[in-house]
């Protein structure tokens, strides 16, 4: 199974700071990765597909880069509904894997 | 537009099995596969495996064998998770998802879980 590392586990912010979170694959999935932002209670929601095609609907403040086993989110002047858990996967090869996830929270 | 509604919470008592329906809307619903995925309480997410909506066959990640069963209903654009045998360590919230996936070479496939239902918490105490 591919193993999916995401840090950090979390980290405090700004409204306005500009915030990057690092997702590594145990084995190289090329560009067969998307991020997640899950809200408490809610479900999560797509918003990098293909490491660095933004979902529609998703702000532009929200950018994925990488390839291979090493991945970036980055969100530009974080906003108040910002403040989630991202989660990176996979698609590469069954079983599809997460992140552990990221939690932003605010400073 | 595309809507994924789950079924209610279920509270069961150790030993009993659940039924977790995910009844879809707003798109043709055997042209995308669709996923379940589990959250145990303050945890993240782990990919229980999927189901074809177009023959039927699931797949099952390794530790969702045995216990788990996809099943549908295409009549009325719905999926089924039953799990048996419920202990507490399968108190979680499970969430489908639709699977939209748009290339594939060899075996690996871009896909992406675009749309989701909004999750049904399962408790199992006694």
């Known amino acids: 199974d591919i193993q999916m590392t995401q840090s950090p586990s979390s980290l405090s912010a700004s409204v306005g700071d500009r915030v990057t979170i690092t997702c590594r694959a145990s084995?190289?999935?090329?560009?067969?990765l998307n991020w997640y932002e899950q809200k408490p209670g809610k479900a999560p929601k797509l918003l990098i597909f293909?490491?660095?095609d933004l979902q529609s609907g998703v702000p532009s403040r929200f950018s994925g880069r990488g390839s291979g086993t090493d991945f970036t989110l980055t969100i530009t002047s974080l906003q108040p509904e910002d403040f989630a858990t991202y989660y990176c996967?996979?698609?590469?090869?069954?079983?599809?894997?997460f992140g552990g996830g990221t939690k932003v929270e605010i400073k | 537009q595309v809507q994924l509604v789950q079924s209610g919470s279920e509270l069961r008592e150790p030993g009993a099995s659940v039924m977790v329906s995910c009844k879809a809307s707003?798109?043709?619903?055997?042209?995308?596969?669709l996923n379940w995925v589990r959250q145990s309480p303050g945890q993240g997410l782990e990919w229980m495996g999927d189901?074809?909506?177009?023959?039927?066959?699931?797949t099952y990640a390794q530790g969702f064998t045995g216990r788990f069963v996809f099943s549908l209903d295409t009549s009325v654009s719905t999926a089924y998770l039953q799990i048996s045998g419920l202990t507490s360590e399968d108190t979680a919230v499970y969430y489908c998802?639709?699977?939209?996936?748009?290339?594939?070479?060899?075996?690996?496939?871009?896909?992406?879980?675009?749309?989701w239902g909004q999750g049904t918490l399962v408790t199992v105490s006694s």
């Open positions: 998802a639709r699977d939209f996936t748009f290339y594939c070479v060899g075996s690996s496939c871009q896909r992406r879980f675009d749309s």
């Open positions: 707003g798109y043709t619903f055997t042209s995308y596969t």
């Open positions: 189901i074809n909506t177009n023959t039927g066959n699931p």
């Open positions: 084995h190289t999935i090329y560009t067969y």
């Open positions: 293909a490491a660095s």
């Open positions: 996967q996979q698609s590469y090869s069954a079983p599809l894997t």
